[in-house]
């Protein structure tokens, strides 16, 4: 089996029910996935960009690492993701994750 890393950007929408999670995008190169995240998230509520590894023929996948969240992600979001080595957000709380597998 092979591994691919994929760097996703996870929208936050404010609805009239709540803030809920939106459209996830993927990218290959991490500075389009920070670039988008940072644009989505002064458009959005917020935006969380994280790392994904894993093997996609079987669906394996380690969990996600954060790399950076912009402007208000709930707490429930982030609670699956562990920190990003070296990551300005290292030191953030990490509460929730509503995860989301991309087929």
């Given amino acids: 089996m092979f591994?691919?890393?994929?760097?996703?950007?996870?929208?936050?929408?404010?609805?009239?029910?709540g803030i809920r999670a939106g459209?996830?995008?993927?990218?290959r190169?991490?500075?389009?996935?920070?670039?988008?995240?940072?644009?989505?998230?002064?458009?959005?509520?917020?935006?969380?960009?994280?790392?994904?590894?894993g093997e996609p023929p079987s669906n394996l996948w380690r969990d996600p690492e954060l790399i950076e969240s912009v402007g208000y992600v709930p707490p429930s979001a982030l609670d699956l993701f562990r920190?990003?080595?070296?990551?300005?957000?290292a030191e953030c709380e990490i509460i929730a994750f509503v995860a989301r597998k991309a087929g």
Avoid: M, N, W
């Fill in 3 to 17: 591994t691919v890393t994929r760097f996703c950007v996870q929208e936050y929408l404010s609805t009239s029910a």
């Fill in 23 to 27: 459209e996830v995008r993927e990218f």
């Fill in 29 to 53: 190169e991490l500075e389009d996935a920070t670039r988008h995240g940072r644009q989505v998230g002064g458009r959005r509520v917020g935006a969380v960009i994280y790392k994904a590894v």
């Fill in 83 to 89: 920190p990003l080595r070296g990551s300005a957000h």
